[in-house]
């Protein structure tokens, strides 16, 4: 670190390192000496999102390079919390987790080298970027939702499924009437999952429809919601109900 050109020192001699520059020094000199001894594919909590970024699993903090990653696990949050997964593990009964599977490693042992590299073969890359969109047909004054999901890495023979799920079919969280889940799937990123309203869809064509573009890599989702009048008149006594 060069301290003979800073402000108040001699030529030739050494100046005080102000603390900002002391950060950025010993931040490099971390990157260096992560660089030289961590090899980020056996790094369990080492992700790399759909937009380029490294993210830190377990600190759930973002890197834009894997320079900027790798200085912070030698930090003292990152080790903080290592420590403290590593005696939640310990407290639980929890086994060591195999980096090249994500399973136990007992359980990675007993599967074999082919069942290892094919559980490798599986993990997840990450979740798809996505935009939605409130939407309303002008005439019948439906509100319905638009999503626009995007899967750059999507392999060229895969397309994409969704599908609705009440709350009580769901182990994520506590289930809540009031809501249902659309679900989407595409290997080879993880299945994503939204929380619209409980509301009963409109599935006819031209209301509800997905539309997949493997040139783009994008994936259309429109839904519609019946209107409190259809909603409430669907299923009464005597009525053809809207299929």
């Known amino acids: 670190m060069d301290y003979q050109n800073r402000a108040g020192s001699k030529f030739g001699g050494g ?11 010993r931040r ?11 090899d980020l594919d056996k790094d369990p909590y080492f992700f790399k999102n759909h937009v380029g970024s490294f993210e830190c699993r377990l ?16 930090g003292k949050k990152h080790q903080t919390n290592l420590a403290r997964r590593a005696a939640r593990d310990q407290k639980e009964g929890r086994q060591n987790i ?11 042992a007993s599967f074999g080298a082919g069942a290892g590299k094919r559980a490798a073969a599986a ?17 019948t004054r439906q509100q319905g939702l638009l999503f626009q ?13 969704w599908q609705v799920m009440n709350a009580f079919a769901q182990r994520v969280e506590d289930p809540d009437k009031r809501y249902q889940y659309l679900l989407v799937a595409a290997d080879p990123y993880e299945t994503v999952g939204f929380k619209i309203p409980a509301r009963e869809l409109d599935k006819r064509e031209e209301r509800q429809f997905c539309f997949w573009d493997p040139d783009a890599k994008e994936f259309w989702i429109q839904v519609m919601f019946m209107t409190e009048r259809e909603e409430r008149f669907n299923a009464a006594p005597g009525l053809a109900a809207r299929k």
């Open 149 to 161: 999901l995007q899967y750059p890495d999507a392999g060229a023979d895969m397309t994409p499924k």
């Open 98 to 108: 195999d980096p090249a599977t994500g399973l136990p490693s007992s359980v990675a």
């Open 28 to 38: 490099e000199r971390l990157r260096k000496l992560a660089l030289e001894t961590i």
């Open 59 to 74: 600190c759930l903090t973002v890197h834009q390079n894997d320079g900027s990653y790798l200085a912070h696990t030698q």
């Open 15 to 25: 100046g005080v390192a102000s603390h900002s520059a002391s950060n950025a020094d």
């Open 123 to 139: 993990l997840k890359i990450g979740r798809p970027g996505y935009k939605i969109t409130k939407i309303r047909d002008p005439v």
